[in-house]
């Protein structure tokens, strides 16, 4: 089988990872809730993955590293707990749902929303309709690092740096860049950071993190059991213990402790560069085929290792089952979770072909895909 479906989750992860996890199952308690060595132990397993986040993307304190179950969960946390009824805040039509379903749950509450569109022919989000978007009663930004239907990649940097001078907050989907971009959150000027741990970061499902910035005081998604000041009624407002209500995955958190550690010694800027190459020998491979129209901006390797297509006279879901079924590789289809793109692209319909690399992956993998990908669309339909 070859796995090209990275965007959705990884699959192959450093040994390590399993053997962490399976090990926390069986020797860690619940952090925080006890005095016992089960329990101190698990504590100190969630706070050097902290440390790990923060050096990794630059947050300054581990102790505003907040564990979530995934990206998804850290943005609704974040988007919930700092947009409020009246605020104006800015977005773009290369999001994933997880970024516009809570920012629609906060317009049907009061808050206003303006939608920077992608360019039709590539897709990407251009700076400068982000930046002109922005107004004096402007709240927040919030867009994704890189798309996954794309795979285009934004420059944060300067949204970051003009958020940050006109006093607004920035908030980032790093669902698709996590692991393989480089990210310093007080360098760009990111106020809160959404990451999930199972994808670029090679960690377990379940996993993931919201990284916040100093002075942003997020009001919580989830109040409940934090192991102190249990006879106050408020939950409490310090960090991390404020947005971790309930009992974290420590056997998750372990195995991504460990994927961490595959990701700092190795560096993202190796494992991307390893990622692009894998992506761009078979984008190579198959843009210029009869039928094939291939989605994003490839101009520049800044950019995650997305190839997305449409193969004439095929529906996505068709291809995809006969990419797995003859040819045992693994891709997704549909609408991928951003139906702003789909409608910009006019592929609402009939859906994309996504393959995603890792850079587990081999090129004779990537060559095999364009192999498929040219038997198919040579056949007579």
């Not at 040994?15 to 006890?34: C, H, K, S």
């Not at 789909?342 to 364009?370: I, P, Q, Y």
Request: glycine fraction near 10%; proline fraction near 4%.
């Amino acid at each position: 089988m070859i796995y090209l479906d990275s965007a959705a989750t990884s699959l192959h992860k450093p040994p390590a990872v399993a053997r962490a996890a399976a090990d926390a199952i069986l020797q860690l308690g619940n952090t925080g809730r006890g005095a016992h060595q089960a329990a101190l132990s698990a504590g100190r397993v969630v706070y050097e993955t902290r440390e790990k986040l923060s050096a990794l993307f630059g947050v300054g304190d581990p102790m505003r590293v907040c564990m979530m179950f995934n990206a998804t969960d850290a943005l609704n946390t974040a988007i919930g707990g700092l947009i409020r009824p009246g605020d104006h805040v800015v977005t773009t039509e290369a999001e994933h749902n997880s970024v516009l379903r809570p920012l629609y749950r906060a317009a049907q509450d009061g808050a206003e929303l303006t939608v920077v569109p992608i360019d039709r022919r590539d897709g990407r989000v251009h700076t400068q309709d982000v930046l002109d978007a922005i107004r004096p009663d402007t709240r927040a930004v919030v867009c994704a690092h890189a798309s996954n239907v794309t795979g285009n990649a934004v420059d944060i940097a300067t949204i970051g740096a003009h958020c940050r001078a006109r006093g607004v907050l920035f908030i980032v989907d790093a669902a698709q860049s996590a692991g393989a971009f480089d990210i310093d959150m007080q360098r760009m000027g990111i106020s809160a950071l959404c990451v999930p741990g199972h994808k670029g970061l090679l960690g377990p499902q379940g996993t993931g993190a919201l990284c916040v910035a100093d002075g942003v005081r997020i009001r919580p998604l989830r109040v409940g059991g934090s192991g102190v000041h249990s006879f106050s009624r408020e939950h409490p407002a310090q960090y991390p213990t404020a947005l971790e209500a309930g009992t974290l995955n420590a056997p998750g958190i372990a195995g991504l402790s460990a994927a961490l550690d595959y990701v700092l010694q190795t560096g993202v800027r190796a494992i991307h560069a390893r990622e692009i190459a894998l992506a761009r020998l078979f984008y190579e491979g198959v843009r210029a085929l009869d039928g094939v129209t291939v989605y994003g901006d490839w101009s520049t390797d800044h950019r995650a290792a997305i190839v997305t297509l449409a193969l004439d006279g095929w529906d996505a879901g068709e291809l995809s089952d006969v990419l797995m079924q003859e040819y045992q590789i693994c891709t997704r289809a549909g609408a991928h979770c951003a139906p702003l793109v789909h409608r910009a692209f006019g592929t609402e319909h009939g859906g994309l072909v996504r393959f995603s690399f890792s850079s587990f992956n081999t090129e004779d993998e990537a060559r095999a895909a364009v192999d498929a990908v040219t038997a198919l669309a040579q056949e007579e339909l």
